[in-house]
């Protein structure tokens, strides 16, 4: 008769683990047990963003990926603007990572449809089918600091009041005269995409 054993004890018996998963510069790592060792790649989402490396041991196989990341930031920081602004390729690459919801698609296709690639937050909001200038704000504010997030790249404009970071502009420039209406009140500020991003959104598709 075969010996039996406590339904608890077998449960937490240790199970030999084939899979293991890190997440490194925003990317996922994926090491898997394979013919002579482990391999390991990087995933965005469920796109593979690197190649495959094979080592003995899982460990070394996710080194070796991030050691491919690492050198793709250093070449991609090296080939940027003056003011350190990413590329084209990058903004693109960070998009496709990013898949913006239906909303921020629509206020992003207006914005590089528009004259001048300029657009207000009211018009940019109505594109999206909503009336008012908050929902831009929000939407595309946080469209923005995503994309800035995924990209490593900060704007250096901060708002007056708080200090705090105005994301937009990691995709467009913005600027406002008060005075432009000849009344002195309140005028929107008009964004105008980065010429990056404006390259970016027609490899994009629009």
């Known amino acids: ?3 039996s054993f406590p339904k608890s004890l077998m449960e937490n018996a240790e199970v030999p683990q084939r899979r293991r998963e890190v997440v490194y510069r925003r990317l ?3 090491a898997r047990e394979a013919k002579g060792g482990w391999e390991a790649r990087a995933f965005a989402g469920k796109r593979p963003v690197s190649q495959t ?5 899982h460990e070394q196989a996710i080194d070796a990926v991030k050691a491919d990341i690492d050198e793709e930031r250093r070449a991609e920081l090296a080939s940027r603007e003056s003011d350190g602004f990413p590329t084209a390729q990058h903004v693109l690459s960070a998009l496709l990572r990013l898949r ?3 909303g921020q698609l629509a206020m992003l296709e207006a914005h590089y449809k528009a004259k001048n690639h300029t657009l207000t937050a009211t ?4 594109a999206a089918g909503k009336d008012t200038h908050s929902y831009a704000n929000s939407q595309y504010g946080s469209l923005a600091r995503d994309l800035a997030e995924e990209m490593e790249y900060v704007p250096p404009n901060t708002h ?3 200090g705090s970071t105005v994301w937009t502009f990691a995709l ?3 600027k406002r005269d008060e005075n432009s209406d000849g009344t002195g009140e309140y005028v ?7 010429p990056q991003v404006v390259q970016a959104l027609k490899e994009f598709g629009f």
């Open 123 to 126: 018009q940019l909001a109505n």
């Open 28 to 30: 996922k790592i994926v």
């Open 172 to 174: 467009a420039e913005g």
């Open 100 to 102: 913006p919801h239906a």
């Open 160 to 162: 007056p009041a708080d």
């Open 53 to 57: 490396h094979l080592a003995a041991a």
């Open 188 to 194: 929107e500020w008009e964004w105008t995409l980065r």
């Open 1 to 3: 008769m075969k010996p």
